[in-house]
């Protein structure tokens, strides 16, 4: 019979698996483009939540550079922003 312990420690290694690997593509796909914002990593790369990964980035050491972009939605022409993140 399984602890509920070891389960709990097993279900950390996996998430911190999934959550290296978000996070290796959110830094790849920096180097090879001009950033990255939070609807190019949803539609291009899956990540539902992209502040978590830069914060992961920052707290292995990576400097991040925020910028906010500004243009119009275009369902309803409004005014609308968004954040751009740079990788250094």
């Not at 998430?15 to 290796?24: V, Y």
């Amino acid at each position: 019979m399984v602890q509920k312990s070891n389960i709990k420690t097993l279900m950390q290694i996996i998430r911190l698996g999934g959550e290296m690997k978000q996070t290796e593509q959110v830094l790849d796909y920096c180097k090879k483009n001009k950033g990255i914002t939070s609807a190019e990593a949803f539609y291009k790369l899956g990540i539902a939540h992209l502040p978590r990964r830069i914060l992961d980035l920052e707290e292995r050491g990576h400097q991040v550079i925020r910028t906010t972009e500004h243009g119009t939605n275009a369902h309803t022409g409004a005014p609308t922003h968004w954040t751009r993140y740079f990788v250094l």
